[in-house]
């Protein structure tokens, strides 16, 4: 009640600020400077743009910023609307953004079919970025269908979306489509650039066939497309990834006589590969050879050598190589400090982790959900099933959520150990994000809880059937 009267009051407030803005006459002061010499040199005040220019603050978007539940936007948005204000494309493409963040996509298609319905021109942006969500969703037929839709919103396709649909396709194995899809570009009204094959490219790559990426990259020559990093890098990669560092060293020099200078990505590649045969000490010599070629080291060069030194069990270097780092000025980010957490947590040194990650805080690195979701799996791990709630509780007030699987155990995990109030908590924390056993989980942790009560099994499909 009170949240919606201060809703209320914001708006007439903003609404008041407007409109004395649009009407209070502009007026100029001056100050009297007397028999001034005109030549000598000060700084001019600074340029005040008129009222009218200033883009005004959209009371809407300025509140949803700070909800984080998509249903709440859903509410806000229809709040907002019963009060009189009307919605445009920032509010609309604001709200489907949040939406699609949170893979609410029966709710982002219901916007799209009311944007159909209304005089309002959308930007390629906003599908652009709706592609890419239902990329990552797993959602192909999706994205063909909104790319399809596009010029019914009064949206002109442009190379940027069909890019991203083509990128789209090959991340979900729909590789004969996105070659279909390539091949009738200029039909579609597309010339495609150094982009489109470089998916095409990363596409035969991921399937094994370097020689048809090869003869992607001729092509690339012959029509006078320009072979850009991306390109020589995702060959580079494929066989260092293949343990072929003679090819990879023949291919970077023949990207050096071509005028493309190598990236920290392309020498972390050759170093990993170099890892990969067991050649430590000849990856670390790549990081000298790199910064004599005037390529700058970056955080992923050091990642390399410390991935390596972890999976080989030697995670006391691991932290002494990130010391190094640091007192090379390199502040480490998320990524660095998730494969020592990562690897901490794989040796049974949860504790050691957690030390890391109070680290990480300190110096104002902000973990992400990877970091969470292994600490709370490495405290299971070790059985500290309370260091584990811990984590849970703090990961879920930075709006973080570990996976079901980690749910599974840290409840199973708290019950053996006669925390009831903390699995009652995690099932809470479960239900508010809609997160459920199946049935199998639900068996293993009532055979987990009562070992030797053989009818756990129709007490767990009693359960079922109750809900």
């Known amino acids: 009640m009170f949240r919606s009267r201060r809703r209320v009051i914001n708006h007439s407030l903003l609404s008041l600020y407007r409109i004395s803005v649009e009407h209070k006459p502009s007026r100029q002061y001056r100050t009297f400077r007397p028999e001034r010499p005109t030549n000598k040199s000060r700084r001019d005040p600074p340029h005040r743009p008129a009222a009218s220019r200033i883009r005004k603050r959209i009371p809407f978007l300025d509140e949803l910023k700070s909800v984080q539940d998509p249903d709440d936007a859903l509410s806000l948005f229809n709040q907002y609307q019963k009060m009189g204000f009307m919605h445009d494309y920032p509010s609309f493409s604001a709200l489907i ?4 963040r949170s893979r609410k996509f029966e709710a982002v ?9 209304i005089d309002i021109r ?6 652009i970025a709706l592609i890419q969500h239902y990329g990552k969703s797993r959602m192909p037929e999706k994205a063909i269908e909104l790319f399809q839709r596009m010029p019914s919103f009064n949206c002109h396709r442009t190379l940027q979306s069909f890019n991203t649909l083509l990128n789209a396709l090959v991340d979900n194995d729909r590789f004969l489509d996105a070659i279909g899809m390539f091949d009738r570009a200029t039909k579609m009204g597309f010339r495609k650039n ?9 596409g035969w790559l ?29 060959l580079i990669g494929f066989l260092c990834g293949k343990g072929d560092l003679d090819g990879a060293m023949g291919l970077l020099e023949d990207m050096i006589q071509k005028r493309q200078r190598p990236n920290a990505v392309t020498y972390a590649m050759l170093m990993e590969g170099l890892c990969s045969l067991g050649k430590y000490e000849e990856a670390k010599k790549v990081m000298f050879d790199m910064e004599y070629r005037g ?3 970056r955080l992923l060069n050091y990642g390399v050598l410390i991935n390596d030194l972890g999976r080989r069990g030697r995670i006391d270097d691991a932290k002494t190589l990130l010391l190094e780092m640091k007192r090379r000025r390199f502040k480490p980010d998320v990524v660095t400090y998730n494969i020592l957490i990562n690897y901490l947590c794989k040796e049974g040194r949860a504790p050691e982790a957690y030390r890391v990650l109070v680290e990480m805080h300190v110096g104002g690195c902000e973990p ?43 409840v199973v995990g708290l019950l053996m150990s006669g925390k009831i109030d903390g699995a009652c908590f995690v099932l809470e924390e479960m239900e508010k994000r809609q997160m459920r056993f199946h049935l199998e989980a639900w068996e ?17 499909e009693e359960l079922v059937s109750a809900c």
Not at 109 to 117: G, H, I, M
Not at 194 to 202: D, E, V
Not at 382 to 407: I, R
């Open 122 to 127: 959308c930007g390629e942006t906003l599908f």
């Open 97 to 100: 953004y949040k939406l699609a």
């Open 206 to 234: 991921a399937k094994g066939e370097w020689d048809k990426a090869w003869q992607v990259f001729e092509e690339m020559t012959e029509k006078g497309i320009e072979l850009t990093v991306v390109t020589f890098n995702s």
């Open 295 to 297: 390529c700058k080291l």
């Open 444 to 460: 293993a942790l009532v055979k987990d809880a009562c070992p030797k009560d053989r009818s756990a099994g129709g007490l767990v």
């Open 109 to 117: 298609e219901t916007l799209l079919d009311y944007l159909q319905t």
């Open 368 to 410: 992400n959900a990877a970091t969470y979701r292994m600490m709370v799996d490495g405290f299971c791990r070790v059985e500290d099933f309370e260091g584990g709630l811990k984590v849970l509780s703090s990961m879920l007030t930075s709006g973080h959520c570990p996976l079901l699987e980690s749910f599974c155990d840290l």
């Open 194 to 202: 150094s982009i489109s094959f470089n998916i095409i490219i990363k």
